[in-house]
């Protein structure tokens, strides 16, 4: 059964850095679109990193670029975010997510079709 598992979350302080994990469980992974998404409550799940495949090519929200960086490891199936000069506005849960194979864009929720169960990140002031 396909299956995405997040780790690594935590409490942090404004600042910090954190890395989260995502393990997949999926026989086509090492060919798939792999993306980063973050909610809060009453929110939008909203897009944070995306990476190609190939890591060839990476995607950032505004909100992000120039102080998360998302990897992956296709020997080890599981993508990464390394997440640096936090700030509490980044406290939400993080879900990572494949691609569809149809999918049309990178950054909307609707263009993914397996999801994790979410890691929980809490950046304190």
């Known amino acids: 059964q396909a299956q995405l598992v997040e780790s690594g979350g935590g409490l942090v302080q404004a600042g910090d850095s954190l890395r989260i994990a995502c393990t997949a469980s999926?026989?086509?992974?090492?060919?798939?679109?792999m993306a980063w998404f973050r909610q809060t409550p009453g929110k939008e799940r909203e897009f944070v990193a995306g990476v190609s495949w190939n890591s060839k090519d990476v995607y950032y929200a505004d909100s992000v670029k120039g102080r998360f960086i998302v990897s992956r490891d296709n020997a080890a199936s599981a993508i990464y975010l390394q997440m640096n000069s936090l700030k509490p506005e980044d406290t939400a849960n993080y879900y990572c997510a494949r691609r569809k194979d149809s999918a049309f864009s990178v950054q909307h929720f609707s263009q993914y079709d397996i999801w994790g169960q979410g890691t929980r990140v809490t950046v304190s002031s």
């Open positions: 999926l026989p086509t992974f090492s060919i798939n679109f």
